[in-house]
């Protein structure tokens, strides 16, 4: 009996750092290519109504971003607000999907490669 509550108590453990793990988990991030942008002019805006009225508003990017090898791709993304001009962003970019996430990074975070394809 002791030995079959030890084992439902390991189970019930596991189960829940299980859920916890991939609670913290972004799977936007995970097996996606990094590429750099440098944020240069306002994002084209575009607003939708929804059902209920409300007016949602994104911004929409189109520009080129470098990966670690210096090697340059177009992409378009959107944001949820206007990016903050001459930042620079880690775009999360995934085969099927296009990017899937960004970050904001400093520029000595950046490679050198994509540095100075950047500048």
């Known amino acids: 009996m002791k030995k079959i509550l030890i084992a ?13 793990v991939l609670g913290k988990m972004d799977f936007n991030r995970m097996n996606a290519d ?4 440098h944020i240069t002019e306002d994002g084209l805006k575009k607003e939708e ?20 090898k210096g090697e340059a791709k177009t992409f378009e993304f959107t944001a949820s607000k ?7 962003l880690m775009l999360y970019v995934k085969d099927k999907k296009g990017v899937s996430s960004y970050d904001e990074v400093k520029l000595s975070d950046i490679p050198k ?4 394809k950047l500048k």
Not at 49 to 68: C, M
Not at 113 to 116: L, N, P
Request: charged fraction near 15%; aromatic fraction near 12%; hydrophobic fraction near 45%.
């Open 113 to 116: 490669e994509a540095q100075a």
């Open 8 to 20: 439902i108590g390991a189970l019930i453990l596991i189960g829940v750092i299980g859920i916890v």
């Open 49 to 68: 109504k929804q059902s209920d009225g409300k007016i949602f508003v994104t911004y929409i990017y189109n520009l080129e971003g470098v990966n670690a």
């Open 34 to 37: 990094n590429y750099y942008v």
């Open 82 to 88: 206007n990016l903050r001009k001459d930042a620079y």
